[in-house]
Nanobody, 122 residues
């Protein structure tokens, strides 16, 4: 199995910053895409940002220029640096990883973290 453990959420004032981390462990041969999604109360889960193993990134329009996704492939860890936070960024943030578990098995498996709360409020 594969586990994703997130950290770094919390309460921050508008305009502030937070950095989320997510470490993957377990039966991992390689990780293709990693990403962050978020879900606000009463809303559907939405993409925040993704990054491939080669470093290509994709961002939601609402966070472009404010959030930066990065990863450390050696540590199977993905980060989300969030700057200029707004109240509308308040949500539970979930880490996602697309994993190959075995060298000669090309199937990919989708895993989620347990979520970390980010609250932006004065």
């Amino acid at each position: 199995q594969v586990q994703l453990v997130e950290s770094g959420g919390g309460l921050v004032q508008p305009g502030g910053s937070l950095r989320l981390s997510c470490a993957a462990s377990g039966s991992i041969f390689s990780i293709n895409a990693m990403g962050w999604y978020r879900q606000a109360p009463g809303k559907q889960r939405e993409l925040v940002a993704t990054i491939t193993s080669g470093g290509s990134t994709n961002y939601a329009d609402s966070v472009k220029g404010r959030f930066t996704i990065s990863r450390d492939n050696a540590k199977n860890t993905v980060y989300l640096q969030m700057n200029s936070l707004k109240p509308e960024d308040t949500a539970v943030y979930y880490c996602n990883a697309v994993v190959r578990r075995i060298r000669y098995d090309y199937r990919e498996y989708n895993y989620w973290g347990q979520g970390t709360q980010v609250t932006v409020s004065s």
